[in-house]
């Protein structure tokens, strides 16, 4: 997946994210190629609604990937949907800070 997408990066020069099941998820941006992992399958709409929530608050690409992962892995293990979301608050204005 590192070559597919290094591949993409290099011929569209966009950002590229691939989510592999189970796994975790290979990106290619300008600073290069990194994987996020992940033991658990993720279900991906959390994934995905989390790294835009991410994005729109101004995380930069790689913060919020992995925020969206993480996210996403709790999500799938059954945690109790108020304090994951209260948890998941406190780490975003955490990564807002940061940026």
Not at 22 to 29: C, I, L, S
Not at 76 to 83: D, I
Request: with cysteine; aromatic share 14%; hydrophobic share 40%.
């Amino acid at each position: 997946m590192k070559d597919v997408a290094e591949w993409i990066y290099d011929k569209s020069g966009n950002n590229v994210y691939i989510f592999q099941n189970e796994r975790g998820v290979f990106a290619k941006d300008k600073e290069g190629t990194w994987f996020a992992g992940e033991s658990s399958f993720m279900q991906y709409e959390h994934v995905l609604s989390a790294f835009i929530t991410a994005k729109l608050a101004g995380v930069d690409d790689r913060n919020a990937m992995m925020y969206a992962v993480h996210f996403g892995t709790l999500r799938k293990k059954g945690l109790p949907v108020a304090f994951d979301y209260e948890e998941q608050k406190h780490r975003l204005v955490e990564l807002i800070k940061g940026c």
